[in-house]
């Protein structure tokens, strides 16, 4: 694994302020993922490094923003939210920005011009993520997947995916993964969301188990509740494991992350199935051995 000086410079980030920006990027990327962050480290070629981190630190950012609000001095939480948007697109539009997470974003854009048409798509399903107020049901939750969290992933998946694999088969894998990855976020991290105040899981889905919302606010251990957990967890894994033939999309040299990548939330999700009702008071990780074996596995696929 090259030193971080070296990635940049072998990524063609030449500017003492921006390869101060993508570290920054890197910081933020490596303190919230950091199985995901090593992963990149040590399974993708030195030069796709940096653009990956830049573009999961923005669609971070934004999320971040969506969900809780950064309200300025004066300006509200909704509106600094509107603001960020229109910070984006013109930024897009003009190629230039001094905001610290545009501008490495921008950069990446030069060099990777199909991210561009994914930023501007993810932010078209913002307002989904802004208004958030809850599902009424499964059908509401796949159009969640479909405007917002398949174009998240989008940004970096068009950075890992081979610019001539088939369109239909690609979205197809994407899909399957993200749908996957974010049903298993939403029950993951169901004890933290409920602590902020937010409930991913759709209304009608908790009526067909017995289980109310005060129910998983108090942590109660009930088998409706070990039910519908269970269940949300087995079909998260079911698309993650769905999504298997989507490293055959990706150039040889990054097929080895997108495995991993695979994986890993397939490990997560086996972690979480063995907590049970316990993920009602926080969530679960995969064991360290477990991630090391994997990433050891994966490194020695790709030298090879």
Known sequence: MYTWDRTLTIARIDKPRLRRDYTRQRAHVAAYRRPAYLAVRLLLPPALVPHVIAATAFMHHTDNLLEEGEAASGTSAEEARVLWEKEVREALATGGSEHPVLRPLLHTVTLHPRLRGHVEEFLDGASLERDFAGFSDEADYQRYVDAYSLPAFMLIACLLLHPDADPAAARELCRAYIDGSQRLDFVNDLAEDLRDGRLNLPAEVLARYGVTRADLEH??????????????????????????????LAPPGHRAFVRAAIT???????????????????????????????????????GR
Not at 220 to 231: F, Q, Y
Not at 289 to 297: G, M, V
Request: charged share 30%; hydrophobic share 40%.
């Open 219 to 248: 942590g109660r251990d009930i088998p409706g509740a070990r039910r519908l957990l269970r269940a949300l967890l087995e079909q998260a894994r079911h698309d993650l494991l769905g999504s298997r033939g989507l490293p055959r």
């Open 264 to 302: 890993l939330e397939v490990l997560t999700a086996d972690a979480a199935l063995d907590r049970g009702a316990r993920l009602l008071h926080g969530s679960a990780r995969p064991s360290v051995p477990a991630l090391l074996r994997l990433l050891l596995r994966e490194y020695g696929r790709r």
